[in-house]
């Protein structure tokens, strides 16, 4: 190695802080807020996985700013959790002891690496001064009717003493338990709160049309969401009671064979029959240990249990047996179904484990299987001989007229349950009255705080720890005894505005008002993020609830545009070296301080850059590692050793100006790898140029276009260049297009239309001096000897093929 990566790397660091070369500029009407997913500070600290997404976002920023846009490009942290609280109540430390530690540890990681964040914009979700807004907000959707305390089914861990989510579950042996530490999982009824994102379903269904998004996600998000529109048909049971059941497939109920409920649909105890109780009582208690996953997997045996209760088919007054079953959800439509096993796979499988009746009602193309094709209606009565379109509008109709139906648009997408019986979380700012009543924390007194870290062991009783500080719960509103909501805030919470903290923050965690002129000025400018880079897994979750956070702030005319991510880009992962995802288990996590300690940061940032493209999975290679390396020790011998010239000789005017224009143009579609390629090319051209000479503002362009991609080493060549300042506050290098007409094409010599030679020619040679170049090319002249030739053809600037005997 001709430099010591260390010590550019200290002095360049050192360079950017004293001169706040980072720092959000607010000069130019262009704009570009580049965003990461922010990290969870975990105790582990960063591995070279996260350095992608953030080295990516990092190679953007710096080409925007260099093209002369203001650039918000910040960093903060996720700070609330439930590993936090584990450690703490573990250890017996304060989590946000740990917590800072751990932050502490991410940054100097990040820092290291030479990310050009603005860090006086960094943001932490559980520093009093974020969730302060974190519970106006909350208290926002209150007042919109979009928040309120409901009675829920939900996962209770005791071991980890709170709620958990569908996400924070997986199956083992048949049971469900907690993803972390994989404690058992019950079904409980609790009160608790919820957010209702469902009254935005078709405002986020909506939004989605107007995204620069990878459709796969779109289609993951519009899944999720699950508008389906149909009609709810009234079945009765023999004794009288109504069951609205939801279809979207109307057309088929002269084929329904019987009525299956969720186990637990409110009817499933009113209905069940004294000879049937205990077996649907056992079924029950078995349903319960199952996840929601595990229920909607359609590879899993069907299972399930007659009621002893009927009911009848409104079309043909046919009597029908009612079943409960795990495979259908409460929460989905009116948590029946009914069954029609001829034209549906798993009514089929559980008709033909049951022995339940099978009629089809749409012509099959072969029978002794379920049809879920197009067909004619069969054995339907007035709907024989329509197709589906014609059929379902008919048998609405007619259910319309007869008030036997109403037409229905229904959703997967649940209301989010937003409550968490854990410490540390964002306190609701919400107080209950004596006489039971809800009360809103005015907003004078935000934000409502948590207690010193001493009370984070689980109540016992399912309520949060928070419930045993009797300091903190019993408080006063309007002068008159009250009790604090003692639930917390989930983590996604604070993940549902951050990117909005950024534009409000000056210093560290100093946010300015949400509300006030100067914040909606802010917003006018920056949102929305115009580049988001962050993981598939988030694809749901977080990017759904931010969406909806952001709509909501939309309506209440506190940002200027409902969608928060204009462009968003899923990095691929890093695997370890034997092709698995990295993890502890497997022991291939390939920590980063110690590659930038061996082959430097900027070497890191450019392997990873290189090794494929930015969506593409692949492996850790540490011979990669070492190939980036003796590139960049080549890249900088080169500019020690050429000698430069202020006058042009015209050499390497083609390959400079394609250079940068193909450089610019990938990346700007964030083909990295492709871009170094085209970095790669121009040095191979530099070491070729039989001169020796280069023209100056090349060399100075080439090192431009390499600061984004390894900027420490970059910022040191241009200062040996005899530059003053940081290269990544100079202008991004422009290309002349006159100068991508090559005077030069490259011939092709065959003897027999077999290829024997090349040579780079300038244009327009005519037939006998090309002719007279093949024959003279050593390759050529050896099948020549002794040889007969047959035939010359000559096609000009392309080929020159020989053809002999």
Known sequence: MDFSHKAIEKKWQKYWKENETYKTTNASDKKAYVLDMFPYPSGAGLHVGHVKGYTATDVFARFRRMQGYDVLHPIGWDAFGLPAEQYALKTGNDPREFTLQNIDTFRRQLQALGFSYDYDKEVNTADPSFYKVTQWIFKQLYKQNLAELRDVEVNWCQELGTVLANDEIINVDGKMVSERGEYPVTKRNMRQWVLKITQYAEKLLAGLETLEWNQSIKDLQKNWIGKSEGVEIKFSTTDGIEIPVFTTRADTIFGVSYIVLAPEHNLVKQITTKNNLDKVNEYLELTSQKSEIDRKDESKPKTGVFTGAYAINPVNNQKIEIWIADYVLNDYGSGAVMAVPAHDTRDWDFAKKFNLPITYVIQPKEEGKSFVGEGVHINSDFLD???????????????????????????????????????????????????????????????????????????????????????????????????????????????????????????????????????????????????????????????????????????????????????????????????????????????????????????????????????????????????????????????????????????????????????????NDLKFNTAISQLMMFVNAVYKEESGTVYKPYIEGFVKMLSVFAPHIAEELWAILGNVGSVTQTKWPTFDETKLVKSTVTIAFQVNGKLRGTAEVVKGLSKEELLTLAKADENVAKFLENAQIIKEIVVPDKIVNIVIK
């Not at 534009?503 to 580049?531: C, G, H, Y």
């Not at 977080?542 to 952001?550: E, Q």
């Not at 930015?614 to 290679?621: K, V």
């Not at 890249?635 to 224009?661: A, C, T």
């Open 385 to 667: 001989g329509l197709d589906r379109v014609a059929a379902i509008a008919k048998i609405t109709q007619w259910l319309l007229e007869k008030n036997l139906g109403d037409k229905k648009v229904n959703y997967k997408l649940r209301d989010w349950l937003f409550s968490r019986q854990r410490f540390y979380g964002e306190p609701f700012p919400v107080v209950f009255t004596q006489d039971g009543n809800i009360a809103l924390v005015e907003d004078d007194s935000l934000p409502i705080t948590l207690p010193s870290g001493e009370y984070i062991k689980p109540s016992g009783t399912g309520e949060s720890p928070l419930a045993n500080v009797d300091s903190w719960v019993n408080t006063t509103h309007n002068g008159a005894p009250a009790r604090r909501e003692t639930n917390t805030m989930p983590q996604s919470a604070g993940s549902s505005w951050y990117f909005l903290a950024y534009v409000l923050t000056d210093k560290p965690n100093q946010l300015i008002d949400i509300t006030s002129e100067e914040a909606k000025a802010r917003f006018e400018k920056w949102m929305p993020v115009d580049l988001y880079v962050g993981g598939q897994e988030h694809a749901v979750g977080h990017l759904l609830y931010s969406r909806f956070w952001t709509h909501v702030l939309y309506d209440l005319g506190i940002v200027p545009n409902p969608e928060p991510f204009k462009n968003l880009f899923n990095q691929g992962m890093i695997l370890g070296p034997d092709g698995r995802k990295m993890s502890k288990s497997w022991g291939n996590v390939i920590n980063p301080d110690d590659v930038i300690s061996s082959h430097g940061a900027d070497t890191l940032r450019l392997y990873e850059m290189f090794m494929g493209p930015l969506d593409a999975s692949l492996p850790w290679s540490y011979d990669g590692l070492d190939a980036a390396l003796k590139w960049i020790d080549r890249s900088f011998r080169m500019i020690n050793k050429v000698k430069f010239s202020e006058s042009n000789n015209g050499n390497l005017d083609f390959i400079y100006n394609d250079v940068v224009k193909k450089t610019t143009s990938m990346i």
